[in-house]
């Protein structure tokens, strides 16, 4: 961390895996990201009904802000399927929040059909992919933070925002981290996920 800072760099974008197991994923990243139109309570009720759906599928979830506009909802599981079943996976479940609200849902990278709508990111799954680190500052106007959230926080009445030039107001939170659990255990993906992420979020 002391040499990325002394070569200057900003954001920190980890892969989705690791070293021990680089071809199996053992974590999921569903980004919530928003048209400049939607509030944030839309947002909020957004990561918290994916929550649920992801519950109905007996996978914990944790909640992180990006610093930007959006949301992450990660999950982590056990390392023992390739990237392409594990994104599969991701794209089942929100491609059933599209069917059911495709006024407010698209999970096409296209800009046009974005507007007004949240775009369902599950491509943070793919290989060749990453996402914003915990903790790690933005390379946006103002320096943003991308902080973890407690699932509580989505009920303030406006988005939560945190910056560098702020670290002394938000640094009690790295003493109660939101993801303290994360990485105490994995959770599997059974064979039948993919069929079960269809029918269980019905």
Excluded: C
Excluded at 7 to 28: C, F, Q, T, Y
Excluded at 50 to 67: E, M, P, Q
Excluded at 135 to 141: G, I, L, Q, V
């Amino acid at each position: 961390m002391v040499g990325l800072a002394q070569m200057g760099v900003l954001e920190i974008h980890p892969w989705g895996s690791r070293n021990a197991s680089l071809e199996k994923p053992d974590r999921l990243v569903f980004d919530l990201d928003p048209d400049a139109a939607i509030d944030w309570p839309t947002i909020a009720a957004s990561a918290e009904e994916l929550r649920i759906r992801l519950k109905k599928l007996s996978l914990v979830s944790f909640l992180k802000h990006t610093g930007g506009k959006g949301l992450h909802v990660v999950v982590p599981i056990e390392a023992e399927h390739p990237w392409s079943a594990v994104k599969d996976f991701a794209r089942a479940v929100v491609a059933r929040m599209q069917e059911e609200k495709p006024d407010l849902y698209v999970i096409k990278m296209t800009k046009t059909l974005r507007k007004n709508r949240i775009h369902l990111d599950y491509l943070r799954n793919d290989r060749e992919a990453t996402s914003i680190a915990p903790y790690s500052p933005r390379a946006r106007k103002g320096a943003p933070v991308a902080i973890p959230l407690r699932w509580s926080e989505l009920r303030s009445e406006n988005a939560p925002a945190f910056h560098v030039s702020d670290f002394q107001k938000w640094r009690a939170r790295l003493n109660r981290d939101p993801w303290k659990e994360m990485n105490r255990g994995r959770q599997k993906l059974s064979a039948g996920a993919l069929p079960a992420a269809r029918v269980a979020t019905e």
